[in-house]
C-alpha cells in the first residue's frame, strides 16, 4: 500500500499565529478572531499542539 504525499505533509507547521498573522500582513487577534469562527483562516487550517497552542505553515494566504 503506497502512502500518498499531501501538501499538508510537505510544509512545516513552524509558525506561531502571530508570526504567521504578520507574515499575512494582518493582526494576531484578526487571524485567531477567523479560525474561532470558521476553523480555519482563508483555507490555512493550523494544527493544534500538544500544549493547545496553534501552529500554522509559513505560506502566505491570497485570493
Do not use: W
Not at 505533509?9 to 493582526?27: G, H, L, M, T
Not at 478572531?33 to 497552542?53: H, M
Amino acid at each position: 500500500m503506497e502512502k500518498k504525499s499531501t501538501c499538508e505533509e510537505r510544509i512545516p507547521y513552524d509558525q506561531s499565529c502571530d508570526k504567521f498573522a504578520a507574515f499575512n500582513q494582518v493582526k494576531g487577534q484578526s487571524v485567531r478572531a477567523r479560525i474561532c469562527r470558521t476553523g480555519s483562516y482563508f483555507g490555512v487550517v493550523p494544527k493544534k499542539l500538544a500544549n493547545g497552542r496553534l501552529a500554522f505553515p509559513a505560506v502566505q494566504v491570497v485570493k
